[in-house]
Structures are given as structure tokens and as C-alpha cells.
């Protein structure tokens, strides 16, 4: 009996929660297949113009950057609707670990794994060291923030804010 109604609570839950992220799309790209290669850093940036760009460099294998998606996802619902995009920027190497992470945490947002030719522009831009690492862009492309708070600070709603 207890087994049933974990199972009935469970499937409730499930059906519950993909309910509740329906109205914000997740696009997937992965820099690495053929024909996405030669898309560069500011080929990224400019497909948001006119939107406040909140990055997100992480990967499937990074604990602190997995903590912090929970966070990331109450954000983004926090700005549904308005001027901001969620893009996340992969430094996994394998595909498919990163898309189990993306599909197991129901990540939603645009999402890319980089390619070498991305991975160089990101570290020539942000000297990007450490994951998780986050950057503010505003809605003309450019950078305010190159070290933004991360999503469980609450203080990121502020600068996101003015941006908008």
C-alpha cells in the first residue's frame, strides 16, 4: 500500500512540475556537431539583442554549479515574461552526460555546449577559470558584469533589474 501511494505521489509530482515549466522553453545546441562549428561566442550574444543576457558557464560534473541550477530555475520564473534570457554555456567535453544533466534537473533556458573555437573566445573575453562563473550582458551586448552574483544571492535580482 505504501509502495502505491509513493507511486501515485510520485507521478503527480512529475506531472506537476513539467506543468509548471511548460511556458519556458528549453533549446538545446551543441557546438560541437557539424554545421554549428563555426559559430563563434558573439554569434550567441547577438541571437538575444535587445534582451538582458544572464550567462551561466557550467558543466554535468560541477557539484557547486548543480547546486546553484534550483536557484537558477526560480530565477528564471521570477523573470518569465520580460526581457531576459537564461543562457547556459557547457565546458562538457561529452555530450551525452550534459544532456542527462539538462534533462534530469529540468533545466530550462537556452543551452550550448562550446566547441574549441567558443571555449578560446569565452576565455579571451571573461578568463573563464572556474565554473560555475556567471556575466551580465545588457540588452545592446555589452558586458556589465563580467563576475555577476550567482542565482542563490539574492542581490543578482537587483542587478538584473536595473538592466531592464
Not at 1 to 10: A, C, G, P, W, Y
Request: net charge positive; aromatic share 12%; hydrophobic share 35%.
Amino acid at each position: 500500500m505504501k509502495n502505491i501511494l509513493f507511486t501515485v505521489l510520485f507521478v503527480f509530482a512529475a506531472i506537476y512540475s513539467n506543468a509548471q515549466s511548460a511556458d519556458i522553453q528549453t533549446n538545446i545546441s551543441d557546438l560541437n556537431q557539424q554545421g554549428l562549428q563555426s559559430t563563434n561566442f558573439d554569434d550567441i550574444v547577438n541571437k538575444y539583442e535587445g534582451k538582458v543576457i544572464y550567462l551561466d558557464f557550467w558543466a554535468s560534473w560541477c557539484r557547486p554549479c548543480k547546486g546553484e541550477m534550483p536557484y537558477s530555475l526560480k530565477l528564471q520564473e521570477h523573470y518569465k515574461g520580460k526581457d531576459v534570457v537564461f543562457v547556459y554555456i557547457s565546458t562538457d567535453r561529452n555530450a551525452t552526460p550534459w544532456r542527462d544533466a539538462i534533462s534530469k534537473m529540468n533545466l530550462t533556458g537556452e543551452h550550448y555546449r562550446v566547441n574549441r573555437n567558443v571555449y578560446e573566445q569565452m576565455n579571451e573575453k571573461f578568463n573563464v577559470q572556474y565554473i560555475p562563473r556567471y556575466v551580465l550582458i545588457d540588452k545592446k551586448g555589452k558586458v556589465v558584469d563580467q563576475n555577476a552574483k550567482r542565482p542563490s544571492n539574492s542581490e543578482v535580482a537587483k542587478d538584473i533589474d536595473k538592466l531592464l
